[in-house]
């Protein structure tokens, strides 16, 4: 496993990390969530990333629970707050209130007296950037957040927290959460260029497009019963960004052709071609066992050919 800065910051992430929506103390048991974490860890993995509203905190508590077989500064523990939590007036957003309370929250599901990276899971046209940003700063004196980030936020807001940021001598975002693949890449003309010019790194989601980059779903077939896709609690995602197409699933047929030229599984290859970029330093996977882990560590250090590429753009395009 290599690892990578967030950004132009000091704190080093696993090139793969692990994270919990829809699985960890979701769709996967408490015992085998504690299993897939250390089996992580086991093999390189030390960015562990989850959010208040997964399973409505139960992925926080699976995973802190899980983590406590670990020395905690072995670990990098990421956490989110944005959506609801309730049905009151403030049981969402980014106020100082629930941000400042859903901290405290997610402190105790995990049962850990900080948090490494804080995320915004979206930004919030109703709270001023200042408030967010006092707020940021109140926690990360106090010593309960380390470094404090955003997700799925678009650039002219990116450069707005900064900005503030430097205004009142606070910690600015260190890191931008995006969704990210080979078949999104909606952030690459300003998101990805105005994150790295103010230092933030990327640690994008669905590097595998919810399995479909993995290569196991083919056109014309029906998914696999035991698939995302086959799920209608889970498939949602998928089929609201067309990505089970069979124009699309034709495109990743083409692009594993390229992955066995190499050498490497479809997922391996979806994952370095995330990674190619400097400005990502950390692709999010999910897991429902322990292969997946396996083959997923794998791509981590792979540097892909200029030839294999520009293949890859021909087909994407």
Request: net charge neutral.
């Amino acid at each position: 496993m290599e690892y990578r800065k967030l950004g132009k910051w000091g704190v080093r992430v696993s090139e793969v990390g692990l994270g919990s929506w829809l699985t960890l103390g979701g769709t996967i048991d408490e015992k085998s969530s504690a299993e897939l974490i250390l089996y992580s860890f086991e093999h390189g993995i030390n960015f562990f990333d989850t959010a208040n509203v997964y399973a409505h905190g139960q992925s926080e508590l699976v995973v802190g629970r899980a983590i406590r077989a670990l020395k905690r500064d072995s670990v990098v523990l990421a956490t989110k707050v944005f959506f609801a939590m309730g049905e009151g007036p403030n049981d969402k957003g980014l106020s100082r209130k629930h941000v400042f309370e859903q901290c405290h929250a997610s402190l105790k599901r995990l049962n850990t007296e900080y948090i490494d990276l804080y995320q915004c899971h979206r930004h919030d046209p109703d709270v001023p950037i200042e408030e967010l940003v006092r707020t940021m700063d109140d926690l990360t004196r106090q010593g309960k957040i380390l470094y404090w980030g955003v997700s799925e936020w678009p650039a002219d807001r990116i450069r707005e927290a900064v900005q503030t940021a430097r205004q009142l001598n606070a910690p600015p975002p260190v890191s931008n959460q995006p969704f990210y693949n080979m078949l999104g890449r909606e952030i690459e003309p300003e998101v990805l260029p105005v994150s790295f010019s103010l230092g933030l790194g990327q640690v994008v989601f669905s590097p595998l497009a919810q399995g479909v980059l993995s290569g196991k779903y083919k056109p014309g077939q029906v998914p696999p019963a035991d698939s995302r896709a086959a799920d209608d609690r889970s498939n949602i995602f998928m089929l609201n960004r067309g990505l089970m197409s069979d124009q699309t699933l034709e495109k990743v047929q083409e692009l594993a052709k390229v992955a066995a030229g190499l050498g490497l599984s479809m997922a391996q290859l979806a994952l370095a071609w995330c990674l190619r970029l400097p400005e990502v330093s950390s692709v999010i996977t999910g897991a429902t066992k322990s292969s997946q882990i396996e083959e997923n560590v794998k791509a981590s250090g792979v540097r892909l050919p200029d030839e294999a590429l520009r293949r890859i753009e021909a087909i994407l395009a």
